[in-house]
Structure formats: structure tokens, C-alpha cells
């Protein structure tokens, strides 16, 4: 017999459910796959748009496991948590390699591969090959935490554990793929984060947050990221109508992704940037100017801020200081990626045009 909520989650999916996705009842794992990773860390509106951009690049697996690391990075862009993509690549990579371009089609197997956890292989083998397991992410801890009035954080062992137990029992095990996909889009327009439609909602009389008014107090979280303040200061060198760029390497965010040359300071910088020591040791007693500053942009991380602010300078000869940096005609910063604060300034109407 399925719980009272299974089946009240089930009715509303089957009637009022209308939240409509491409990746809705799609059975294809790597097409599922290739969705989940994209919505890691990402919204819904703004992952669409990759995900038709990455099927159209690659219909298939093993097109993508052939295509240039470039290519990928640059189809990527602007989406962030850059580990995401490598994982992508090397996951098409083991699939085609280790097991003949063929998904693998249980819970366990698909765990092995390279950035897919619990959550991932759940939602992929429920969806694609209907086994019985249970997907558990913010929307449905969300659900949880409300229905039976936990106040256990969601961010702790114990309570990752009791959520998976709960969100187990739950599980409606004839159709787990149709279940799993209902209780994350109910969390998603009924029992949103913010203003949750209470009004509408068909588990109303057996929720504990509502009958003691703790919808707003619950899912409780235990750690809160302290965000951290970073001040970036690009400069675009310019010889010969040409602009140096070099790729980010080490463990830093945007691993991978290119960048003009890079001042980092502590705090934002008060002084003229011509002066700046970065600068001067850059050029030694050669001669440059800088002809351009730009607003300040932002990009929000995680668990950091960074401050963006981009000033062209123009030399008449190479800068020697630049090692493994590329000189690189304007057209081709098109076809580089960039970190999304980079993208943003590239993208100012007229930046272009008015910088280069």
C-alpha cells in the first residue's frame, strides 16, 4: 500500500502538473545525463539553453568523447564550476572507452563514473532503466522537511541520512522514475523556497510546517558560507592591434578558462593604475599607456565575490615579462572561453568596438 502522500504527489502530477521540461520523460541516459550534469549548481531557465546547445553539438555520447576539450570549454562558458565540465569530458570518455559507448544501467555502476554522486545516478537509473532508487535534492528536502516538520539540517550526516530513509520510503517502486520526476517539480512550483503556494497544495492537511506555521523556518541549513571579497584587475595589453591572453591553471576557481593579465589585489585599488607596481614591473623601462577603464562588474561564486575591472593598455613593442602568454587578433577572443565576468565585459555593447 503507498503512503497517503505518494499517492496525493502522484494524483496532483497526473492532473495539475504542468511544469514542462525537454528532459521530461526522456529515457536516453546520456540525454538525462548530460541534463543533470548542465543543472548541478545551476537554475532550471538558465541551463535550457545549454542543454539544447550540447545536444545539437552532440547528439551522442561518443560525439562528444571525440570533441576538441576547446570546443566543449567554449560551449560551456558562462555556466560556471568549470570541475563540471571536465568531469563531462572525462565520463564521455570511460563511457565510450570502458564500456563501448553503452550507459551503465544500475545505481552502483553509474556512481563510478567521474562527478556523478547518489543524487545523479539516482535520477539516471530511475529515469532511464526504472530501478527503485530515490532522488533526494534540495526540492525534495525541502518537501520532506515541511510534510513531517523536521528541523534536523539538511546540511549534516544524520540528516542526509534520514532524508534519504524518508525520501526512500516514499518511493513509489513500480513507477520510481515518474515519482522521482513529480516530487522535484511539486518542490519546484508548490513547495517553493520563497512563497510556497500552501493555498494549492493537495498535502496541505497532513503538512506539519503548516499546521504550526513553520513553512518559512524549515528546510533548517546548519552552515551558512561565509563569501569571501576578491578584486580582479585585468589588463589588456595591446601591441600591434593583437591582445595577450594566457589559460588559468593551479586549483583556483576557473581552472582551464583564459584570461587577459591578472592583478589580484586585497582591497580595491586607490591608486592610478598607471603607477600601479604590477604594471611598471611588467614593462620594466619600456613605454605603455593606458587608454581605457572600465566600470566595475561583478561575478557572484559560491563562496566568493569577485570585483572585476578591465583597463586597456597599448605598447609599441612585445611585453617579454608576458611568458606563456598567446598574442591573439580580436576576432579570436570569440572563440576562447572565458570566466563569465570576462564574458560580460566582452560583451557591453559597443566594448569591442570602442576598445579594439
Not at 156 to 166: F, H, I, R, S
Not at 192 to 220: I, M, R, S, T, Y
Amino acid at each position: 500500500m503507498k503512503p497517503i502522500f505518494t499517492e496525493q504527489l502522484l494524483a496532483w502530477n497526473k492532473s495539475k502538473n504542468s511544469r514542462s521540461m525537454p528532459w521530461k520523460g526522456e529515457k536516453d541516459p546520456y540525454k538525462i545525463w548530460l541534463s543533470e550534469i548542465i543543472l548541478q549548481q545551476t537554475r532550471v531557465e538558465q541551463g535550457l539553453a545549454y542543454y539544447e546547445k550540447f545536444i545539437k553539438a552532440f547528439p551522442t555520447i561518443q560525439q562528444l568523447a571525440k570533441a576538441p576539450e576547446k570546443k566543449i570549454f567554449k560551449l560551456w562558458e558562462g555556466l560556471g564550476y568549470y570541475t563540471r565540465c571536465r568531469n563531462l569530458m572525462a565520463t564521455a570518455q570511460i563511457v565510450v572507452n570502458d564500456y563501448k559507448g553503452k550507459f551503465p544501467a544500475t545505481y552502483e555502476e553509474i556512481k563510478k563514473l567521474k562527478g556523478i554522486g547518489p543524487y545523479t545516478a539516482a535520477a539516471i537509473s530511475s529515469f532511464a532503466f526504472n530501478e527503485a532508487q530515490a532522488v533526494v535534492d534540495g526540492n525534495v528536502q525541502r518537501v520532506i522537511a515541511r510534510y513531517f516538520g523536521i528541523s534536523t539540517p539538511i546540511d549534516t550526516t544524520a540528516g542526509k541520512k534520514m532524508y534519504q530513509e524518508l525520501a526512500t520510503a516514499l518511493l513509489d517502486t513500480e513507477q520510481p522514475g515518474v515519482y522521482n520526476q513529480a516530487i522535484m517539480d511539486f518542490g519546484a512550483v508548490i513547495c517553493k523556497p520563497q512563497n510556497p503556494l500552501c493555498g494549492e497544495c493537495p498535502q496541505q492537511a497532513d503538512c506539519e510546517a503548516f499546521k504550526h506555521n513553520l513553512v518559512k523556518q524549515l528546510p533548517v541549513k546548519e552552515k551558512t558560507l561565509a563569501k569571501k571579497d576578491r578584486w580582479f584587475y585585468y589588463f589588456i595589453i595591446q601591441f600591434q592591434d593583437k591582445i595577450y591572453i594566457h589559460q588559468r591553471t593551479g586549483k583556483d576557481i576557473w581552472q582551464d578558462l583564459h584570461e587577459f593579465a591578472l592583478y589580484e589585489a586585497e582591497t580595491p585599488v586607490q591608486t592610478l593604475f598607471q603607477d600601479l607596481p604590477f604594471l611598471k614591473e611588467l614593462f620594466g623601462k619600456q613605454s605603455y599607456s593606458v587608454t581605457h577603464i572600465s566600470k566595475v562588474f561583478h561575478q557572484q561564486l559560491t563562496h566568493q565575490h569577485i570585483h572585476g575591472q578591465f583597463i586597456t593598455v597599448t605598447t609599441l613593442k612585445p611585453v617579454t615579462a608576458l611568458k606563456g602568454y598567446d598574442l591573439v587578433d580580436k576576432k579570436q577572443l570569440k572563440k576562447v572561453a572565458f570566466p563569465r565576468i570576462i564574458k560580460s565585459f566582452l560583451e557591453e555593447k559597443a566594448s569591442l568596438a570602442q576598445l579594439f
